[in-house]
């Protein structure tokens, strides 16, 4: 089967570094997703790791470990319009994305 | 350039009714996905389209459902006899096919069938 684990909220304060963990079983494996979704809007891309290791993107980094099915964001210097669900993916050897249930970071002065 | 469009951005149907959802991929992706979203929830896929052709109608959740890429550009999603259980957010997105083949997707449209 497909399944996709992540913490639904998390709580952080401005300024602060936060990490979201998400790990997954699926059947195929060609990538995994980070997306920032704001409230009512399109879930948006921030990073991709096909490899073991981590992705620097200024103040966000994904990390991703194939071997134990696991991946996290790192988001730095946290500012207020960070808060919005986080949504990891794994797309599928056809091409398809396969979500979370996403991760409702707020962010506190 | 524009991104992806979806119309109508809100949409309200009774039970029964047949409804059409309108997808506009970028220009010149070759691929095209539909997704569902229920409040709280990440993406569900539907289907994924690859120019004309249906390459994983896995996702569609039962015969109701219907989706068309004649031209291999715009998409349409057709659900006949609409349930109240088909209240969601449907996305689109689209990909290149080459390079990181990363999915932009369009702002959505909610579906309320009262």
């Known amino acids: 089967g497909q399944n996709i684990d992540q913490p639904t909220e998390m709580t952080a304060t401005e300024g602060a570094i936060v990490q979201i963990n998400c790990t997954y079983q699926t059947s195929g494996f060609n990538g995994l997703f980070w997306y920032q979704q704001h409230a009512g809007e399109a879930p948006t891309f921030l990073s991709y790791?096909?490899?073991?290791g981590l992705e620097e993107k200024g103040r966000f980094s994904s990390f991703l470990s194939r071997s134990k099915g696991y991946s996290y964001l790192l988001l730095k210097e946290l500012q207020m319009k960070d808060s919005a669900s986080y949504l990891c993916?794994?797309?599928?050897?056809?091409?398809?994305?396969?979500f979370g249930q996403g991760t409702e970071l707020s962010v506190k002065p | 350039g524009a991104g992806v469009s979806q119309t109508p951005s809100n949409k309200v149907t009774e039970k029964g009714k047949y409804v059409e959802l309108r997808c506009d991929p970028i220009s010149g992706h070759t691929a095209l996905y539909w997704y569902r979203q229920s409040l709280g929830q990440g993406p569900e896929f539907l289907i994924y389209?690859?120019?004309?052709?249906?390459?994983?109608d896995s996702g569609l959740p039962n015969d109701r459902f219907f989706a068309v890429r004649p031209e291999g550009s715009v998409s349409t999603l057709k659900i006949q006899r609409t349930e109240r259980g088909d209240s969601a957010v449907y996305l689109c997105?689209?990909?290149?096919?080459?390079?990181?083949?990363?999915?932009?997707f369009g702002p959505g449209t909610r579906l309320t069938v009262l």
């Open positions: 997105a689209s990909s290149s096919s080459g390079g990181l083949n990363e999915q932009f």
């Open positions: 790791n096909v490899l073991d």
């Open positions: 993916a794994v797309r599928s050897i056809g091409g398809k994305l396969i």
């Open positions: 389209f690859q120019g004309t052709g249906a390459a994983d």
